[in-house]
């Protein structure tokens, strides 16, 4: 029996991981740390709330006093952190809040870990600290380069990746320095349920049904790994069950895919779905051109991403041998999924837009309008 602490649980990966670890490990308690930024939302942790073995607490991670006391009263032995600023384009926008959770929130939570579990002995010989992170951390790869290793150097490109490869490397000091039982996974890509619509998958799935454009940034060839969330949320429990303390584990797809290429299998599914279901016509009536078999004519291509990385990829060989783990889902199951649960869980999405993410991209838009960009 494990007693976790989730930081970033109330987003999109943290809370998959809590439904994945509460419906496997059901004598577990959980306590999620989440400030409930815009990209937080407590319904999605709905369908554990009520669980007698799950705790919400509303606090940032860079209040070190609240993270110790976390830690002490429910006598933590596992803390999985995935709470960060996530979003690439607002990392361009503004870094500022992504040094400040992602790095200074990390070594906040690295302080108060080893304030209680080293310094005061609280669960010392039985602890782990697993920090979620990304294969941004590695920079970008030419078409015909070798997939990221675990030895591929850092060379982090944008705003978010440098925030989250210093926090990689803040974890590693705090294992090598003074013994904190570290794990970290570099994941590529993930879809699934609970996606926050700034993201390319949701953003183009609700964007066809409003009938809005979707933006294809540069000549959308980049390349990116895709994995259904749910995998990363088994592959990250096999760190924590089988990973070797101090190192890091990629955890991938191995589902390349250019983003255009994404975009019009979203639109070729979306058609099909209006053509074989005629109840969504009514559900979904701004859809028109997904109604009409023609959601392929929303593509709309955009100025690029500053400093885009182009291609990423996934060596799985070291997780493979030493974990066995590969990926569950297929991708062409996966994004069917994905888009089923979007086609039902609209209430989810138009709640998120209508708050304050809504104000923010109608931001960006209008002032790439204005650039004459879009
Ligand atoms: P998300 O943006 O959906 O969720 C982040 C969560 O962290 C939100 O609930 C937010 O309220 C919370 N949070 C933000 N700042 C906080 C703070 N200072 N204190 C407490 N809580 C705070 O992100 P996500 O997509 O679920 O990503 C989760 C983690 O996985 C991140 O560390 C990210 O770098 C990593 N990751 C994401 C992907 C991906 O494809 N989304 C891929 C690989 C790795
Ligand atoms: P995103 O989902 O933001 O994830 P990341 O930047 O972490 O990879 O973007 C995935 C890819 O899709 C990335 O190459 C940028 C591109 N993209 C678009 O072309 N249009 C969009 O509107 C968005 C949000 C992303």
Known sequence: MSNLLVTGGAGFIGANFIHYWMSTYRQDKVVVLDA?????????????????????????????????????????????????????????????????????????????????????????????????????????????????????????????????????????????????????????????????????????????????????????????????????????????KKGHLGECYNIGGINEWANLDIVKLICELMNSEFAENPELTNKYPKAVSAIAGKAQSLVTFVKDRAGHDRRYAIDPQKSNSELDYQPQESFASGIRKTLQWYLENDSWWQAVMDGSYRQWIDQQYSTAEQAGDR
């Open 36 to 240: 409930l930024t815009y990209a937080g939302n407590k319904a999605n942790l709905e369908p554990v709330a009520e669980n007698a073995n799950f705790y919400f607490c509303q606090g940032n991670i860079c209040d070190t006093h609240l993270v110790e006391t976390l830690l002490k009263e429910h006598r933590i032995d596992t803390l999985v952190h995935f709470a960060a600023e996530s979003h690439v384009d607002r990392s361009i926008s503004g870094p500022d809040a992504f040094i400040e959770t992602n790095i200074i929130g990390t070594h906040s939570l690295l302080k108060a870990a080893k304030k209680v579990w080293l310094d005061d002995g609280v669960n010392k010989d039985n602890h782990r600290f697993h920090h979620v992170s990304t294969d941004e951390v590695y920079g970008t790869l030419g078409p015909e380069d070798p997939a990221f290793s675990e030895t591929t150097p850092y060379a982090p490109n944008s705003p978010y990746s440098a925030s989250k490869a210093a926090s990689d490397h803040l974890v590693r000091a705090y294992h090598h320095t003074y013994g904190l039982k570290v794990t970290t996974s570099n994941c590529s890509n993930n879809y699934g349920p609970y996606h926050f619509p700034e993201k390319l998958i949701p953003l183009v799935i609700t964007n066809i049904l409003q009938d809005k454009p979707l933006p294809v940034y540069g000549d959308g060839q980049q390349i990116r790994d895709w994995l259904y969330v749910e995998d990363h949320a088994r592959g990250i429990d096999l760190v924590i």
